[in-house]
């Protein structure tokens, strides 16, 4: 797919129908379109950017392009009267979308147990001017944790259907638009009553969402648009992982798009060339400097999704890129028919090189967005443009009046663009309404007044804290049921297991001896001599907590959602006592005279002084643990004394694969999280997507934590410590 470069510079040279075969008989195969002057993997990429001009072919590749366009959406059998539902208007006007972790403490209060909407929302508006839309999003990385399935957990939330009805209000009440998430991949979890297109429509239906949004999807199937449509609740489709079969056009309005190649010549987004109204959301989740992101946004006309909160691990904006969308947005906001125009064009003819400008004609007025790939900054004639008598210039992106040079029928237009920077034209048609053009014009000279360069491209982690957990009072032999772990030393080695985050900083948690977070850990130890209980705490023993003190949560959503009447079923006393949230097992720890151990403690008491893989030894037996459950339903755990095989040096029992257990709390600006230690037997099938086991007396896992309604599991228990005198 490379250019062939025009025979002459002759600019009245022929289209050559041979450059068109070899330039665009294979362009359905990708997502973005070759450029003209050199495609995306360019011979010359390293050592020959110097010899691309766009401008030479320019007006060749835009001509053949409609050209193939034309054929294209014939080839498609194309229909679009979904764009034209009023309805469905507003996926045209979606600029700014953002996936909304619902464990963000910005967006949830652990502490009062609500919604806070408008919290997350004024953030995200004090940084870079506020979303469109959000994707509210609640299943993975905790899926899988144990067999609710992705319909379970929305209930699950805080509320329930009608707690998350009263979030998307209060999303609606300022202008936001709300998306759910499907996942394709969940087959392992607990079976679903509706397929899930049913299930789908019936939740956003109940919640008042706008739109599905197709985790893994490479177009999400029109299922799922006709079942919503067969409920009189209309919604947009969003795939995760753009259109591969693209007829899937015609009812995915919008999508999210990926990793646009790097190159001298900025690519062209395929969908939005063969249909401009469908909106696409640029996602590189993991970028740090962002530059070239919304450069390729710009010049596409297209959204951002600017995520942030990436399963709670932190890639925050830095500052220059939360300043470059803002003013992106507001550009696109005060002209919000033109980057959907029909009549886009981009590759406009530049007057400086390493320039590249796109034409999106509106009703009255015209604009054109500017990205300068070289780090210079330039100055001077930038757009040589026709001109009316009486068509009134603006620089948009710096908030002037614009005189042009008029050069006969000709605008020969200067403003000034950053190295790696921005610019924007705005063309008034004689004429034309001027109404708020003002208000706009004062706001973005106000933020050009703080040049992109002033502002940092440094970007850091969020720090952890670890949450403080007291001692108790300190007891001088092992209480009954404990066991005693001896003073020591020991290599304290652990690594998370998270699916995503590679070793980037961030990752996984920070223990107070790091200064960020990371996924591996080393630290040798000293420990204190202490008490432990034998197995976690049982059925039977929570029973009797529950009894004496009178214990009622707050929340009680799934509170012992496995007991019977206010009792475990009979022959289940001996049991891992489970469904009891963080503040459960605090809560009853405290009544015990004990606390929750220290992740570190809980290592000790499992592996000891010599590094053993399993508490039993180096090599896994079956005979050490409950055999794995895989199917869809989860059964019950096994009795925690069911394994003496499994004992840990110092005596303690069922430490790996029965339950997981709380040990300690980890929180930063956004996220909480706990640390699970010794995995559980609940292996759901089917997809690598599911949350993580971890065996291994080196390996944890690391729970979102958002309220106890949410976070109450099958497959999580606790045992206690007490401090020795």
Request: hydrophobic fraction near 40%; proline fraction near 7%; charge should be negative.
């Amino acid at each position: 797919m490379i250019a062939d470069p025009p025979d002459s510079d002759d600019p009245n040279t022929a289209r050559r129908p041979v450059a068109t075969a070899y330039r665009f008989s294979h362009v359905t195969t990708g997502r973005y379109l070759p450029t003209p002057g050199g495609a995306p993997g360019w011979p010359f990429a390293d050592i020959g950017h110097w010899m691309i001009d766009a401008n030479r072919s320019a007006d060749d590749w835009v001509a053949e392009l409609r050209d193939w366009r034309r054929e294209h959406l014939v080839r498609i059998g194309y229909d679009d009267r979904h764009y034209r539902r009023p309805e469905l208007a507003w996926t045209q006007r979606n600029f700014v979308h953002v996936q909304a972790m619902v464990e963000d403490r910005f967006l949830h209060d652990p502490e009062r147990g609500g919604w806070t909407v408008d919290r997350y929302l004024d953030d995200l508006v004090a940084r870079f001017g506020g979303v469109d839309s959000v994707l509210l999003w609640f299943v993975y990385p905790n899926i899988g944790v144990d067999d609710r399935n992705k319909t379970d957990l929305l209930g699950d939330l805080p509320g329930g259907v009608d707690g998350v009805r009263a979030a998307v209000d209060a999303f609606h009440r300022r202008g936001v638009r709300v998306f759910l998430p499907t996942m394709p991949w969940d087959h392992g979890t607990r079976e679903p009553d509706d397929d899930d297109w049913t299930a789908m429509a019936k939740l956003v239906a109940a919640t008042g969402a706008d739109g599905i949004n197709g985790d893994t999807y490479n177009g999400v199937p029109r299922a799922f648009f006709d079942a919503c449509d067969a409920l009189g609740h209309p919604v947009a489709l969003a795939p995760e992982s753009t259109i591969s079969a693209e007829e899937q056009l015609i009812w995915n309005l919008t999508s999210w798009g990926k990793k646009a190649p790097d190159t001298p010549v900025p690519p062209v987004a395929k969908f939005k060339w063969c249909e401009p109204r469908h909106m696409i959301h640029y996602e590189n989740r993991w970028g740090r400097d962002r530059r070239h992101d919304l450069q390729y946004c710009f010049f596409n006309g297209i959204g951002y999704n600017a995520w942030e909160n990436v399963w709670g691990i932190w890639n925050g904006f830095t500052a220059r890129d939360a300043a470059t969308l803002l003013r992106i947005a507001s550009v696109y906001r005060a002209f919000p028919e033109t980057p959907t125009s029909l009549d886009w064009r981009p590759y406009e003819p530049c007057l400086q090189r390493g320039v590249f400008a796109s034409r999106f004609p509106g009703a009255g007025r015209t604009l054109w967005t500017l990205v300068n790939r070289n780090e210079s900054d330039l100055d001077g004639d930038q757009l040589r443009l026709p001109h009316a008598r009486g068509t009134r210039w603006f620089d948009a992106w710096n908030g002037i009046a614009l005189q042009p040079r008029i050069d006969g029928e000709h605008a020969v237009i200067a403003v000034p663009l950053e190295g790696h920077g921005f610019g924007a034209v705005i063309a008034l048609a004689p004429g034309a309404d001027a109404t708020a053009l003002d208000t706009f014009l004062d706001a973005q000279a106000a933020r050009a007044a703080t040049p992109l360069r002033a502002l940092s491209r440094e970007w850091t982690p969020l720090c952890q804290q670890c949450v403080p957990i007291a001692d108790t009072a300190p007891a001088a032999n092992a209480p009954d049921g404990m066991v005693e772990i001896p003073a020591g030393e020991f290599d304290f080695v652990v690594g998370g297991v998270e699916v995503e985050g590679q070793a980037w900083a961030g990752t996984d948690v920070q223990y107070p001896w790091e200064d960020d977070p990371r996924r591996w850990h080393r630290r040798r130890m000293a420990l204190r001599r202490y008490f432990i209980d034998r197995t976690p705490v049982t059925n039977a023993q929570f029973k009797a907590f529950v009894d004496a003190s009178g214990y009622a949560p707050r929340d009680a959503h799934h509170f012992l959602r496995h007991w019977r009447d206010g009792a475990p079923l009979p022959g289940t006393e001996r049991q891992p006592v489970r469904w009891v949230a963080l503040e459960d097992a605090r809560a009853y720890a405290a009544w015990a005279g004990k606390r929750l151990p220290r992740e570190w403690e809980w290592q000790y008491a499992a592996q000891g002084s010599d590094a053993r893989i399993y508490p039993w030894g180096d090599a896994w037996r079956d005979d050490a643990a409950p055999a794995p459950c895989f199917a869809r339903t989860m059964r019950a755990p096994d009795d925690v004394d069911a394994h003496a095989a499994g004992a840990s040096p110092f005596g303690v029992l069922d430490l790996v694969g029965n339950v997981w257990q709380w040990t300690d709390e980890y929180r930063d600006l956004h996220t909480r999280s706990a640390v699970l230690r010794g995995g559980s037997l609940y292996r759901p099938q089917g997809s690598h997507w599911y949350f993580p086991q971890a065996l291994r007396n080196d390996e944890h896992g690391k729970l979102l934590l958002m309220a106890p309604c949410k976070d109450r599991s099958g497959a999580i228990g606790f045992r206690c410590v007490v401090d020795a005198a």
